[in-house]
């Protein structure tokens, strides 16, 4: 999120979460403007941070000062990385897994049992995320059979409300992030395209 409507629309409309981005891009904000946003969503949802990088000091320092019930780490984390901020940090730490081929590499199994969530996302050179690239759904259907461990499920990559279904009914993620699928614009959030998401990922039309 990247204004303060689009985040309270969010809360009414019934998200769980509502993040804000703290990484390199056209929705990148800063601590106060994040401040604001997630002020504007309310108590009822949790507020997400997420980070383009892994200095442990850093991500609690902006955490604390924003009022994060989330990390989201996007740099590749490592399991070091999970431990350092968990020292300071009594939120939930999500680790996102960036995806290039077909499946999730072996390298990033630990993460499923150290972090409380596991974001799976599409790969790219030039961006850590928002994409707007799907993932393979049927293929990492089969990694998180072998993988899912203790840690949420947090499912991105080109959502919208034309796939999400699908994508719920092949993975049963625990989450599901969306970004671009729901923009008029890089960081401006479209009501009618919030409402189409969320009732199609939810299954039913809500008032």
Same mark, same amino acid.
């Given at each position: 999120?990247?204004? $303060?409507?689009?985040?309270? /629309?969010?809360?009414?409309?019934?998200?769980?979460? &509502?993040? &804000?981005?703290f990484?390199?891009? $056209?929705?990148k904000?800063?601590? %106060?403007?994040?401040?604001?946003?997630?002020?504007?969503?309310?108590?009822?949802?949790?507020?997400?941070g997420?980070?383009?990088?892994?200095?442990?000091?850093?991500? +609690?320092?902006?955490?604390?000062?924003?009022?994060?019930?989330?990390?989201? =780490?996007?740099?590749?984390?490592?399991?070091?990385?999970?431990?350092? @901020?968990?020292?300071?940090?009594?939120?939930?730490?999500?680790?996102? @897994?960036?995806?290039?081929?077909?499946?999730?590499?072996?390298?990033? %199994?630990?993460?499923?049992? /150290?972090? %409380?969530?596991? =974001? =799976?996302?599409?790969?790219?050179?030039?961006?850590?995320?928002?994409?707007? &690239?799907?993932? $393979?759904?049927?293929? /990492?259907?089969?990694? /998180?059979?072998? %993988?899912?461990?203790?840690?949420?499920? &947090?499912?991105a990559?080109? =959502?919208?409300?034309?796939?999400?279904?699908?994508a719920?009914?092949?993975?049963?993620?625990?989450?599901?992030? +969306?970004?671009?699928?729901i923009?008029?614009?890089?960081? @401006?959030?479209?009501?009618?395209?919030?409402?189409?998401?969320?009732?199609?990922? @939810?299954?039913?039309?809500? $008032?």
């Open positions: 999120m990247t204004r $303060p409507q689009d985040a309270a /629309l969010a809360a009414e409309i019934g998200a769980s979460y &509502v993040g &804000v981005i990484a390199e891009g $056209p929705r904000v800063s601590p %106060d403007k994040a401040h604001e946003i997630l002020a504007a969503a309310g108590a009822g949802v949790a507020h997400v997420v980070f383009d990088t892994n200095d442990a000091d850093r991500i +609690v320092e902006v955490a604390d000062e924003v009022g994060l019930n989330v990390v989201q =780490l996007h740099a590749d984390p490592m399991p070091s990385d999970i431990e350092a @901020i968990r020292r300071n940090f009594d939120g939930d730490i999500w680790a996102a @897994i960036r995806i290039a081929g077909n499946h999730i590499p072996h390298e990033y %199994d630990e993460l499923f049992d /150290l972090a %409380d969530g596991v =974001l =799976l996302d599409a790969r790219s050179e030039n961006k850590l995320g928002g994409t707007g &690239v799907a993932l $393979p759904w049927n293929e /990492l259907a089969v990694d /998180l059979a072998r %993988d899912r461990g203790g840690a949420a499920v &947090v499912l990559g080109g =959502l919208n409300s034309r796939n999400v279904a699908n719920i009914r092949v993975l049963a993620p625990d989450v599901v992030d +969306v970004s671009s699928g923009e008029s614009a890089p960081g @401006i959030k479209d009501p009618w395209l919030m409402r189409e998401f969320y009732e199609a990922a @939810i299954g039913h039309t809500v $008032p």
